[in-house]
């Protein structure tokens, strides 16, 4: 029923930039929290931003703060991750993850199991 895709993703260089897009059908997407988390080979999927429901609260990863942002734009069902200044340790796969909930709040989520609903990933690969 819900789909979340993850698009944008590729090949930068250390320093570039990239905007990763998720496009969210099958959900009412104003009543979902939105996270961005990520998988390098080997590792755990861990949390990198979440914006809330109505985007008025954002909460990042230390390793990215200052570096990325999120932003949602609920009239496109759509969430974004502009990433800048992109560095080799941020090569993974990047998850799109919704939460849903019935009210808005400024709680932030950040934990894998907090979040129903997953897209496939989209590879980021920076070069050094």
């Known amino acids: 029923q819900v789909q979340l895709v993850e698009s944008g993703g590729g090949l930068v260089q250390a320093g570039g930039s990239l905007r990763l897009s998720c496009a969210a059908s099958?959900?009412?997407?104003?009543?979902?929290?939105m996270g961005w988390f990520r998988q390098a080979p080997g590792e755990e999927r861990q949390f990198v931003a979440t914006i809330n429901r109505s985007a008025g609260s954002t909460y990042y990863a230390d390793s990215v703060k200052g570096r990325f942002t999120i932003s949602r734009d609920n009239a496109k069902n759509t969430v974004y991750l502009q990433m800048n200044n992109l560095k080799p340790e941020d090569t993974a796969v990047y998850y799109c993850?919704?939460?849903?909930?019935?009210?808005?709040?400024?709680?932030?989520?950040?934990?894998?199991?907090?979040?129903?609903?997953w897209g496939q990933g989209t590879q980021v690969t920076v070069s050094s």
């Open positions: 993850a919704a939460r849903m909930n019935p009210w808005s709040s400024s709680f932030y989520y950040t934990e894998v199991p907090q979040y129903n609903y």
């Open positions: 099958g959900v009412t997407f104003s009543s979902y929290f």
